[in-house]
């Protein structure tokens, strides 16, 4: 068995755009999906924490590209 607990894609389009995408499992889904409490509490955590990595990844990247395009 097999969970996608996060993703996260970094797309350029067909136009030169720079898209980030942050998915995955809803927080809200989790007891649903793993019915073990310990387990839950472990997946919940991992996708929080996650997250916050991520979403600082993708800030970080959105500023660069910013960045690049004031030089240009």
Do not use: C
């Not at 889904?29 to 387990?39: I, L, S, W």
């Not at 472990?42 to 990247?61: D, F, P, Q």
């Amino acid at each position: 068995m097999e969970a996608t607990l996060l993703t996260f894609k970094i797309i350029l389009d067909i136009k030169g755009n720079l898209i980030s995408d942050l998915g995955g499992l809803p927080i809200k889904d989790v007891d649903k999906v793993f019915k073990n409490e310990n387990d839950a509490y472990v997946i919940k955590k991992i996708i929080n924490e996650g997250t916050l990595k991520l979403k600082g990844i993708h800030k970080y990247l959105e500023d660069e590209v910013n960045a690049i395009k004031y030089v240009e």
